[in-house]
């Protein structure tokens, strides 16, 4: 068994685990990086899902290394593509001009501009990257994680990875039952939490769909048609209950706040103005939008190449997959389920190609870096959550609970965010929630587990509950949540503390904040904004 020590060990190469690597080196310390698949990015390359961002992030609202990130991408664009000239004088380039965010862009390019990112800490050797390593056990002494081993999936030997501080930013924090750090998952009943919106009785394994997304381009004359897949009669005929009797699979689904039955468009390649800024997500989404727009990560019309297709990226309603969680079940369930999804995500390709009639569409497995064409990892919207010294509820950032109270400011605050509260339907059954959500801050003891010591949560298992991930696990958001871990990982190991004494001592928890704000990390939302 190889052995391997480094001041921080991040777990997971995801939005969060890199932000928190970036942060850790930048603050001292050297850091051992962890990632299962042979991407890092996570949500942003791994899993095929471009950035949801709140419409006033070009103004503030995210850190600075978070800004940075985007303005990566924009460059890479201009240097690297044949951009036209209107295309490239835009500040604010948006390359697949589409309606999420004002920077829907290719996983590739995110892959690559992360990647530069970190080059210049992989070339001093304080950074070392273990790609295609599962987290597969830890050993605890007490309240302390003493080591983690890890398994190459591609030779199968094992390596032990020792520190004094862990940051787990793994997709579904994988680290937490390994280490017997307590945890939830699922909804909190209503008599735990008071939310308005959570159910009587809670229910661990009632979590939000996770969707296996893909890339397509459109090209009139071909017939690009898959196999047929195998389990496609089954996803053809599927009718769960949120969609009222129809079929899941094609352009039907229930609006994400009334529950409607909506048809969204879908007319792929349509003309495209590109001297027009990025269009902004309206309520009455999917109804008027075309499908095709929603995530596309090139825009046709930015480029000067003739005759080439637009890309875009499949993160639809009739993707979720309602079968049953992909953890917190034994190996070969999860396995199963994420067959399932994989299946259903092939089975609304063939229907595109062959029932909508669009034989022209193409997979791009060479967008998202895989044969099959769908993306590398499934997109999980729901983590197992830490129970943590402070915990965000429904009532700090619902715009119905605090009736007119605006943003809820935290003492403990590392950082900013804002979105809807916005849960896909669920595997327990429920159909979309929604709702109005002022920006918020991240509190401290929402990354700081109750009882161990040197475990930081650093990506979507922070301690929100099932409906307060709702907003809290988008991309900007989880970057900022990696880098406050990541600063106060280094920030505890310069100052021979740890986390919990930063939280509950006024100065240390000063300190570590004016380092945060030094670094470009925003605590606050401006007060003199209407929101």
């Given at each position: 068994m190889t052995e391997l020590n480094a001041d921080v060990i991040v777990l997971g190469a995801g939005v969060g685990g890199v932000a928190a690597a970036l942060a850790a080196l930048d603050g001292g310390s050297s850091v051992i990086l962890t990632e299962e698949t042979d991407w890092i990015g996570g949500q942003l390359t791994s899993q095929a899902v471009p950035p949801d961002e709140h419409p006033w992030i070009e103004q503030f609202g995210a850190t600075r290394e978070y800004s940075r990130f985007r303005a990566g991408v924009r460059d890479y664009y201009r240097r690297n593509y044949p951009l036209t000239a209107v295309a490239a004088s835009q500040a604010a380039l948006n390359p697949g001009a589409g309606r999420v965010s004002g920077l829907t862009h290719e996983p590739r390019v995110a892959l690559a501009v992360l990647e530069a990112m970190l080059a210049p800490w992989v070339a001093s050797g304080k950074l070392t990257i273990l790609m295609r390593n599962r987290l597969v056990r830890a050993h605890v002494d007490g309240d302390r994680v003493t080591e983690v081993e890890v398994l190459d999936l591609i030779d199968g030997g094992t390596t032990r990875l020792r520190s004094g501080m862990f940051v787990d930013a793994t997709e579904i924090g994988e680290l937490l039952p390994l280490a017997g750090i307590e945890y939830v998952t699922g909804a909190e009943s209503q008599t735990d939490t008071g939310e308005l919106h959570a159910p009587q009785i809670a229910a661990p394994q009632n979590m939000q769909s996770v969707s296996v997304c893909f890339a397509m381009s459109h090209h009139p004359g071909e017939d690009n048609t898959i196999e047929r897949p195998r389990d496609y009669e089954y996803w053809r005929d599927y009718r769960p209950g949120a969609w009222g009797g129809l079929p899941q699979l094609g352009f039907t689904a229930p609006h994400r706040i009334t529950h409607e039955l909506v048809t969204m468009k879908f007319d792929p390649n349509p003309e495209f103005d590109p001297a027009v800024g990025p269009t902004s997500v309206d309520d009455d989404l999917p109804a008027?939008?075309?499908?095709?727009?929603?995530?596309?990560?090139?825009?046709?019309?930015?480029?000067?190449?003739?005759?080439?297709?637009?890309?875009?990226?499949?993160?639809?309603?009739?993707?979720?997959?309602?079968?049953?969680?992909?953890?917190?079940?034994?190996?070969?369930?999860?396995?199963?389920?994420?067959?399932?999804?994989?299946?259903?995500?092939?089975?609304?390709?063939?229907?595109?190609?062959?029932?909508?009639?669009?034989?022209?569409?193409?997979?791009?497995?060479?967008?998202?870096?895989?044969?099959?064409?769908?993306?590398?990892?499934?997109?999980?919207?729901?983590?197992?959550?830490?129970?943590?010294?402070?915990?965000?509820?429904?009532?700090?950032?619902?715009?119905?609970?605090?009736?007119?109270?605006?943003?809820?400011?935290?003492?403990?605050?590392?950082?900013?965010?804002?979105?809807?509260?916005?849960?896909?339907?669920?595997?327990?059954?429920?159909?979309?929630?929604?709702?109005?959500?002022?920006?918020?801050?991240?509190?401290?003891?929402?990354?700081?587990?109750?009882?161990?010591?040197?475990?930081?949560?650093?990506?979507?298992?922070?301690?929100?509950?099932?409906?307060?991930?709702?907003?809290?696990?988008?991309?900007?958001?989880?970057?900022?949540?990696?880098?406050?871990?990541?600063?106060?990982?280094?920030?505890?190991?310069?100052?021979?503390?740890?986390?919990?004494?930063?939280?509950?001592?006024?100065?240390?928890l000063s300190d570590y904040q004016r380092t945060l704000e030094t670094t470009g990390v925003q605590l606050h939302w401006p007060r003199l904004h209407s929101y």
């Open positions: 008027r939008t075309n499908a095709w727009l929603f995530r596309r990560v090139l825009a046709r019309g930015h480029l000067t190449t003739p005759g080439v297709s637009d890309i875009t990226l499949v993160n639809w309603p009739s993707i979720d997959y309602l079968g049953g969680n992909l953890f917190e079940n034994s190996a070969e369930e999860a396995a199963a389920h994420l067959e399932a999804a994989r299946q259903q995500s092939l089975s609304l390709m063939y229907w595109l190609q062959t029932e909508a009639g669009y034989p022209g569409l193409k997979l791009r497995g060479d967008v998202v870096g895989t044969r099959d064409g769908l993306a590398k990892a499934a997109y999980h919207r729901e983590s197992r959550r830490i129970l943590g010294l402070e915990r965000v509820v429904e009532q700090d950032v619902s715009a119905l609970d605090r009736d007119g109270l605006g943003v809820r400011g935290w003492r403990s605050s590392v950082g900013i965010g804002s979105y809807r509260i916005d849960l896909h339907p669920s595997t327990g059954g429920d159909n979309y929630i929604d709702i109005a959500a002022y920006p918020f801050e991240i509190p401290l003891g929402a990354l700081i587990p109750q009882r161990v010591r040197n475990v930081i949560a650093g990506a979507k298992n922070i301690a929100t509950t099932h409906i307060t991930n709702g907003c809290y696990r988008l991309h900007p958001v989880e970057w900022n949540i990696g880098e406050a871990a990541g600063r106060l990982a280094a920030f505890c190991l310069r100052a021979g503390t740890e986390p919990h004494a930063v939280l509950s001592t006024d100065e240390t």
